[in-house]
């Protein structure tokens, strides 16, 4: 299983300052590995079709969903109150069989976390507010780096919430993080792509 980590991408077409798939082409070319889509608020079929139109722009198998459904996808991301989706012990299950292919073909399962995680099933969290964030302002406290990094212990982290400059990616990457998870600071950015880039080249370092 491939734990999401560099450069992790949440979507919000309400603040983004082009359309979405632009945005999300962008931040892919200056280096975004994997994508989260939000936009919980859309109906099933509008989020079932752009979920199709961000596959064909995002790596192969790197568009996590957020929510239960994957949307005929394989990676879900979880808030901090939704149960685990029946998809997810299914693959579970079939994984059992000590198949490798149906290894392969379990489903990525992250989750949203703002202290301890209790985690099942999950792979991966997102840890969050590392820094103030202007988008979700108040919420907090945050947690800074080293503090997200005693809550996750060993669990893989991705550090969210005002990661949006050079010296706070070194500082949740010396942490331990896997990754940094990113959203405002790409969504609003007239060049997503530059802003990704900068980003990455600091995980990478």
């Keep these: 299983m491939v734990i999401p980590s560099g450069v992790v991408v949440l979507t919000d077409r309400r603040i983004a300052a082009r359309p979405l798939p632009e945005v999300v082409a962008a931040a892919v070319s200056g280096g975004a590995s994997w994508v989260i889509l939000r936009e919980r608020d859309l109906g099933y079929a509008e989020r079932a079709a752009l979920a199709a139109e961000l596959r064909a722009i995002v790596p192969p198998g790197r568009l996590i969903v ?46 949203s976390c703002h202290g301890f995680p209790r985690l099942l099933v999950e792979h991966y969290v997102t840890l ?20 997200a990094a005693q809550l996750a212990g060993d669990t893989p982290w991705l550090a969210l919430g005002g990661v949006d ?7 949740c990457v010396a942490a331990g993080a896997s990754g940094v998870a990113v959203l405002g600071a790409v969504m609003r950015a007239d060049d997503p792509e530059r802003v990704v880039r900068q980003l990455a080249s600091e995980v990478a370092a």
Excluded: F
Excluded at 128 to 141: H, V
Excluded at 165 to 171: D, F, P, Q
């Design 66 to 111: 957020a929510g239960p459904d994957p949307l005929g996808g394989a990676a879900v991301h979880l808030a901090a109150r939704d149960s685990v989706p029946r998809c997810v012990w299914v693959s579970r299950a079939a994984a059992l069989l000590t198949d490798t292919q149906q290894e392969q073909q379990q489903v990525l399962v992250g989750r």
């Design 128 to 147: 969050s507010p590392i820094y103030p964030t202007e988008t979700k302002p108040g919420y907090g406290p945050a947690l800074g780096a080293k503090r």
């Design 165 to 171: 400059e050079a010296r706070r990616v070194a500082e």
